[in-house]
C-alpha cells in the first residue's frame, strides 16, 4: 500500500511539473499574443478617429472612445514585414524602448524638410520586440509614416551594422528627409541602421 501511494505521489509531482513547464513555455506565447492584439486595437482606433470629425468614435465592439484616449500621435507601416505600430510623442512615458518603438531624442519630427525622422526598436523574441524582423528589409522596400494628417512615403536607402556603443553614426544627405530604423542585431554586438529617403507627403 506504501508503494502505491509513493507511486501516486510521484506520477501526481511529475504531472504537476509537466503543466508548470507546459504553463512556462506557453506563457511568453500568450503575452506576446495580447500585446499584439492591443497594439493592432489601438492603430485601428488612430486611424478611425484620424477619418472622424467627431470627438469620439464608437469601436466595432460598441465602445466609445475619445481623442484624448488615443494617445498615439503617428503609426509606423512596414508592408515587407507586415509591421504596422503606433508610436508615442517624445515626452510621454510610454516613447520608451521597453514598451514600444521609440522617437530618440533630438530626432526630428516627420513633418520636418530636411529633417530625420528616428525610431528605435527591441529586436528578439520578446512581447516588446517590434523590430524583431528589421533584418528583413532590403534597398527599395518601402515605409511609411501616418502622422499629423498626412501620409509620409519613404524607400530603403541603405542598411549597415554599427557596433552597438550607444551612438550611432547617421549617413545621410542634408539636403533631403529621412526615416531612420535602429534595432540590435539580435545575439550580437551589432546595431543594424535602417536609412529611408523621403519620396512623397500626402493626406490619407
Known amino acids: 500500500m506504501t508503494n502505491l501511494k509513493r507511486s501516486k505521489s510521484h506520477i501526481i509531482f511529475g504531472s504537476l511539473l509537466i503543466l508548470l513547464g507546459i504553463g512556462l513555455f506557453c506563457y511568453p506565447l500568450f503575452k506576446n499574443k495580447v500585446v499584439e492584439h492591443q497594439d493592432n486595437k489601438k492603430v485601428e482606433q488612430f486611424f478611425e478617429m484620424q477619418d472622424s470629425k467627431e470627438e469620439t468614435i464608437i469601436t466595432n465592439k460598441e465602445e466609445i472612445v475619445t481623442k484624448e484616449e488615443i494617445s498615439y500621435i503617428g503609426i509606423l507601416e512596414i508592408p515587407s514585414i507586415n509591421l504596422k505600430k503606433g508610436f508615442y510623442g ?9 514598451r514600444n518603438i521609440e522617437i530618440i531624442e533630438n530626432s526630428d519630427m516627420p513633418d520636418v524638410v530636411n529633417g530625420t525622422f528616428i525610431l528605435a526598436g527591441h529586436s528578439g523574441s520578446g512581447a516588446y520586440s517590434h523590430f524583431k524582423n528589421l533584418y528583413k528589409l532590403s534597398l527599395n522596400d518601402e515605409l511609411y509614416i501616418y502622422y499629423n494628417e498626412n501620409r509620409y512615403s519613404y524607400k530603403v536607402v541603405d542598411i549597415y551594422d554599427v557596433e552597438k556603443t550607444g551612438k550611432v553614426k547617421i549617413k545621410r544627405d542634408a539636403n533631403k528627409t529621412y526615416l531612420v530604423l535602429i534595432t540590435c542585431r539580435h545575439n550580437t554586438n551589432k546595431q543594424i541602421v535602417i536609412i ?3 519620396l512623397s507627403k500626402d493626406k490619407y
Do not use: G
Not at 90 to 98: P, Q
Open 90 to 98: 517624445i515626452n510621454d512615458i510610454n516613447n520608451n524602448v521597453n
Open 196 to 198: 529611408a529617403e523621403l
